[in-house]
């Protein structure tokens, strides 16, 4: 059985690991992370759920760049993530 090799990025300055390539939103889910932004109307948490780029609740900021989807954007070594509204 051959192990996925794991690339290390930061989420709201913790570490967070994942598979190079595969999507951020995937690397967050499976560190156990479901919820990284609010609604502004009722701050209910959101995080994937579409996760294919259309519904755009998995938004958060990647490398500076607000509202980026988490579905879409794939993990790279060294990226800093941080949760919000993806409002800069």
Same mark, same amino acid.
């Given at each position: ?7 290390a990025?930061?989420f709201?300055g913790?570490? %967070?690991l994942g +598979?190079?390539?595969r999507s951020?939103g995937? !690397?967050?889910v ?6 990284w932004r609010t609604?502004?109307?009722?701050a209910?948490?959101r ?6 780029g259309v519904?755009?609740?998995? %938004?958060?900021? +990647?490398d500076g760049?607000?509202n980026?989807? !988490?579905?879409l954007?794939?993990l790279a ?5 941080e ?5 800069a």
């Amino acid at each position: 059985m051959t192990e996925n090799p794991t690339v290390a990025a930061t989420f709201d300055g913790a570490p %967070l690991l994942g +598979v190079p390539g595969r999507s951020v939103g995937a !690397a967050l889910v499976a560190a156990g992370i479901t919820s990284w932004r609010t609604t502004r109307r009722g701050a209910r948490p959101r995080g994937l759920f579409c996760g294919i780029g259309v519904c755009q609740d998995c %938004l958060l900021t +990647v490398d500076g760049v607000p509202n980026q989807r !988490a579905c879409l954007v794939p993990l790279a070594a060294g990226m800093v993530l941080e949760s919000g509204d993806g409002h800069a």
